[in-house]
């Protein structure tokens, strides 16, 4: 089964600040994974995803993701938070990565908060 | 494209009523999903379609819920009766191509089941 950690329920940062939240997967075969953003009362979007091309995904709003099997990690990182960058983050893994069918499974979620 | 559309936005009911949540998926996506967002159980995958066929419920907490999607410009799911402990936010979801693609999300309809 497929299983998704991100550690830190909450993340705090300053604005300009480096953000970096983490997630950790568990998958028995190679993964799809994603990251989603929530902002106040909507729907997820999705940020970025990695689909077994390269290891290092750019997404948009200046993410970007590094797949590391070795370390089964998915971490996301913004070289420098904005305030408009305060919202839930999730993680999420395929449940098959070789085929249409499956499910997304999510993370707990992340909430990151932007200080002036 | 207006995306997926769910309605209401909003719902409060009583115990014991029936509750109607209906979704429009983005036109063209053969894949719908429905997600239940609470504070307890974070975001839980309920059931999805492929081509308006039910392909897996294993999420569906129990009998009072049930899914339909009688065509491919909508979906609904019902709760009968409804209880307290189902007061969440529950978003519809659609896809090209399955999980392994971008799926994108409605706005939610939270629900208050007093």
């Known amino acids: 089964a497929q299983s998704v950690t991100q550690l830190g329920s909450h993340v705090s940062v300053s604005e300009g600040a480096l953000v970096l939240l983490r997630c950790n997967y568990s998958?028995?075969?190679?993964?799809?994974l994603f990251w989603y953003v929530q902002y106040p009362n909507q729907g997820l979007q999705l940020l970025l995803k990695?689909?077994?091309?390269?290891?290092l995904v750019k997404g948009i709003n200046g993410f970007e993701a590094e797949f590391k099997k070795s370390e089964t990690s998915f971490h996301l990182t913004k070289p420098s938070a904005h305030m408009s960058d305060a919202a839930e983050y999730f993680c999420a893994v395929s449940d098959d990565g070789g085929t249409s069918y499956g499910k997304l499974t999510f993370g707990q979620g992340t909430i990151l908060t932007v200080h002036p | 494209d207006a995306g997926v559309i769910q309605s209401p936005r909003h719902e409060v009911t009583e115990m014991g009523q029936e509750v109607t949540l209906r979704c429009k998926p983005i036109?063209?996506?053969?894949?719908l999903f429905w997600y239940r967002q609470t504070m307890m159980r974070g975001l839980e995958l309920l059931i999805y379609?492929?081509?308006?066929?039910?392909?897996?419920d294993s999420g569906m907490p129990e009998d009072r819920f049930s899914a339909k999607m009688p065509n491919a410009s909508f979906s609904t799911l019902k709760i009968q009766p409804s209880e307290p402990r189902d007061s969440a936010v529950y978003f519809c979801?659609?896809?090209?191509?399955?999980?392994?693609?971008?799926?994108?999300f409605g706005p939610g309809t939270r629900l208050t089941v007093l």
């Open positions: 036109s063209g996506h053969d894949y």
């Open positions: 990695y689909t077994s091309a390269a290891t």
């Open positions: 379609f492929n081509n308006n066929v039910p392909i897996d």
């Open positions: 998958s028995s075969v190679p993964p799809y």
């Open positions: 979801a659609s896809s090209l191509r399955g999980s392994t693609d971008t799926q994108y």
